[in-house]
C-alpha cells in the first residue's frame, strides 16, 4: 500500500460573503493512482483507494471510492519516449527518458533494451553518468534495463557522441535523425518493438584539399595558425596548408585600420621573434626554407637552416587540427591568446577577435581565394 500525506499549514477564508459550497470556499486535490501487475489484479477485481482530512483538533472527513479492474488480454506494455539533445558543439549528448505510457500501457514490461541508432558520421564517444535506474550496456550503443519495469517506473538514460564532419556527404546545414529503438516482451513472452527519432541540423564546412605537412619540414612548422607578439601586440595568421603557392599564406594585422595586408608570398609559416636572439624568422612555402627578417630593409633574407634557434624560442599557436565552429568560452591554450584588450581565437572555420568589451567577430576564412582578408 501507498500513502501521501500534505501538510496544508493553517488555512484561512477571510470573505464572509462566500456560500460553503463555492470554488473559491475548496480546497481542491488532484491526484493519480496506478494498479500494477500484481497475482491478485485479476478480471472483475475490486480495490478501493481511500482520502482522508484532518482538521484539529477533532475534524476528520474520510471518503472511498472503489476501482473494478477490466484487463486486456493480453495485456500489452506501451512505452513512453522523451528525446532531447543538449550541447553545442560538435560533442553533444542525446538524452532519452523512458517510462510507460499512462493511458496505453498495460502490464508489466519484461527484458527492456535501448538501442541507438547512429548515422555513419555520427560516432559514439560514451555513456553520460549521472543516470537513474539500473542501465546496462549490452554492445555499442545497446544497454539493458535489469529486472521487471514496474508501470510506475522510469528511467533516465543519456550519450555522449561525436560529429564526424570529414565523414559528412555534404557540407553546409546538414540535417540527420538519430532513431531509437526500445524493444521488450510481454508477460505472455512476446517481443515488442517500439521507435523514436529525434533531429538535429550542425554547419558542416566545405571539403578542401589540406597540403601535407612534409617530412622534411622543422618542427616549427605548421600548416594554419597566428602568432602574437605579446610585447607590443604583432598579430600573424597563417594558412600555408589551404592556399596555392600563387596565392599568400600569411596576413598581418593592423591595428589602426582594422585591416590584414600580407606579410610576403615568399613565407608559408611566421614564426616571429626568438627568445635566443632576438631575430624575427620564417618558413618559406615549401615548409623547408628557413627565412629571417631584415627590419631595417624590411626584407626577408634566406638563412642558413642550421641557424635557426629552437622551437621552444618561438611563441606560436598551432590550430591544424582544430575542428569547433565558432568562437569557444573556454578554449584550449593553442586556440586563444590576448594582448591588452584584444583576444584572438582561432576555430574550426576560421580566426576570430574580440576588441575589449565587444562581441567576437569573424576576421578571416581559413579558405582564401582572394590577396587580402579583412
Same mark, same amino acid.
Given at each position: 500500500?501507498?500513502?501521501?500525506?500534505?501538510?496544508?499549514?493553517?488555512?484561512?477564508? =477571510?470573505?464572509?460573503?462566500?456560500?460553503?459550497?463555492?470554488?473559491?470556499?475548496?480546497?481542491?486535490?488532484?491526484?493519480?493512482?496506478?494498479?500494477?501487475?500484481?497475482? /491478485?489484479?485479476?478480471?472483475?477485481?475490486?480495490?478501493?483507494?481511500?482520502?482522508?482530512?484532518?482538521?484539529?483538533?477533532?475534524?476528520?472527513?474520510?471518503?472511498?471510492?472503489?476501482?473494478?479492474?477490466?484487463?486486456?488480454?493480453? *495485456?500489452?506494455?506501451?512505452?513512453?519516449?522523451?528525446?532531447?539533445?543538449?550541447?553545442? +558543439?560538435?560533442?553533444?549528448?542525446? /538524452?532519452?527518458?523512458?517510462?510507460?505510457?499512462?493511458?496505453?500501457?498495460?502490464?508489466?514490461?519484461?527484458?527492456?533494451?535501448?538501442?541507438?541508432?547512429?548515422?555513419?558520421?555520427?560516432?559514439?564517444?560514451?555513456?553520460?553518468?549521472?543516470?537513474?535506474?539500473?542501465?546496462?550496456?549490452? +554492445?555499442?550503443?545497446?544497454?539493458?534495463?535489469?529486472?521487471?519495469?514496474?508501470?510506475?517506473?522510469?528511467?533516465?538514460?543519456?550519450? /555522449?557522441?561525436?560529429?564526424?564532419?570529414?565523414?559528412? %556527404? !555534404?557540407?553546409?546545414?546538414?540535417?540527420?535523425?538519430?532513431?531509437?529503438?526500445? !524493444?521488450?516482451?510481454?508477460?505472455?513472452?512476446?517481443?515488442?518493438? $517500439?521507435?523514436?527519432?529525434?533531429?538535429?541540423?550542425?554547419?558542416?564546412?566545405?571539403?578542401?584539399?589540406?597540403?601535407?605537412?612534409?617530412?622534411?619540414?622543422? %618542427?616549427?612548422?605548421?600548416?594554419?595558425?597566428?602568432?602574437?607578439?605579446?610585447?607590443?601586440?604583432?598579430?600573424?595568421?597563417?594558412? /600555408?596548408?589551404?592556399?596555392? +603557392?600563387?596565392? %599568400?599564406?600569411? $596576413?598581418?594585422?593592423?591595428?589602426? *585600420?582594422?585591416?590584414?595586408?600580407?606579410?610576403?608570398?615568399?613565407?608559408?609559416? $611566421?614564426?616571429?621573434?626568438?627568445?635566443?636572439?632576438?631575430?624575427? $624568422?620564417?618558413?618559406?612555402?615549401?615548409?623547408?626554407?628557413?627565412?629571417?627578417?631584415?627590419?631595417?630593409?624590411?626584407?626577408?633574407?634566406?638563412?642558413?637552416?642550421?641557424?635557426?634557434?629552437?622551437?621552444? +624560442?618561438?611563441?606560436?599557436?598551432?590550430?591544424?587540427?582544430?575542428?569547433?565552429?565558432?568562437?569557444?568560452?573556454?578554449?584550449?591554450?593553442?586556440?586563444?591568446?590576448?594582448?591588452?584588450?584584444?583576444?584572438?581565437?582561432?576555430?574550426?572555420?576560421?580566426?576570430?577577435?574580440?576588441?575589449?568589451?565587444?562581441?567576437?567577430?569573424?576576421?578571416?576564412?581559413?579558405?582564401? =581565394?582572394?590577396?587580402?582578408?579583412?
Amino acid at each position: 500500500m501507498d500513502q501521501a500525506v500534505l501538510d496544508l499549514g493553517q488555512g484561512l477564508n =477571510n470573505d464572509i460573503a462566500v456560500v460553503d459550497d463555492s470554488d473559491v470556499n475548496k480546497i481542491k486535490i488532484k491526484f493519480t493512482a496506478y494498479i500494477n501487475d500484481h497475482a /491478485n489484479v485479476t478480471e472483475g477485481a475490486s480495490f478501493w483507494i481511500g482520502a482522508g482530512v484532518i482538521g484539529r483538533p477533532k475534524m476528520v472527513w474520510v471518503g472511498q471510492f472503489k476501482i473494478i479492474t477490466t484487463l486486456s488480454s493480453p *495485456s500489452i506494455p506501451f512505452p513512453s519516449m522523451e528525446l532531447a539533445f543538449s550541447g553545442e +558543439t560538435d560533442e553533444f549528448f542525446v /538524452n532519452l527518458t523512458l517510462g510507460h505510457d499512462v493511458v496505453k500501457s498495460e502490464g508489466i514490461a519484461y527484458n527492456v533494451t535501448i538501442e541507438y541508432y547512429l548515422p555513419p558520421y555520427v560516432t559514439y564517444v560514451s555513456e553520460n553518468t549521472p543516470y537513474s535506474g539500473d542501465v546496462v550496456k549490452v +554492445t555499442g550503443t545497446r544497454y539493458e534495463i535489469g529486472g521487471l519495469f514496474y508501470f510506475d517506473k522510469s528511467v533516465n538514460h543519456s550519450i /555522449n557522441l561525436k560529429l564526424d564532419r570529414e565523414q559528412c %556527404p !555534404s557540407s553546409g546545414l546538414v540535417n540527420f535523425a538519430i532513431p531509437v529503438r526500445i !524493444s521488450l516482451q510481454t508477460k505472455a513472452c512476446v517481443w515488442k518493438e $517500439y521507435f523514436r527519432a529525434i533531429n538535429r541540423s550542425m554547419t558542416v564546412l566545405p571539403k578542401t584539399a589540406t597540403i601535407p605537412k612534409d617530412s622534411r619540414a622543422p %618542427p616549427h612548422y605548421y600548416g594554419r595558425g597566428f602568432h602574437l607578439d605579446e610585447t607590443d601586440g604583432t598579430f600573424v595568421v597563417c594558412m /600555408n596548408q589551404h592556399v596555392p +603557392t600563387a596565392i %599568400p599564406a600569411c $596576413y598581418s594585422y593592423d591595428k589602426n *585600420s582594422g585591416f590584414f595586408k600580407v606579410v610576403d608570398v615568399i613565407i608559408g609559416c $611566421y614564426l616571429g621573434k626568438s627568445s635566443a636572439d632576438g631575430k624575427i $624568422y620564417g618558413l618559406a612555402r615549401n615548409q623547408i626554407a628557413v627565412y629571417a627578417l631584415d627590419t631595417t630593409q624590411d626584407k626577408w633574407i634566406l638563412h642558413q637552416d642550421s641557424a635557426l634557434p629552437a622551437e621552444n +624560442t618561438f611563441k606560436t599557436n598551432n590550430l591544424e587540427s582544430t575542428v569547433s565552429i565558432g568562437p569557444l568560452e573556454v578554449p584550449s591554450a593553442d586556440h586563444e591568446a590576448e594582448h591588452a584588450s584584444m583576444k584572438w581565437q582561432g576555430t574550426g572555420d576560421g580566426l576570430y577577435l574580440k576588441d575589449g568589451v565587444n562581441a567576437w567577430a569573424k576576421k578571416a576564412d581559413w579558405f582564401v =581565394n582572394t590577396n587580402s582578408i579583412n
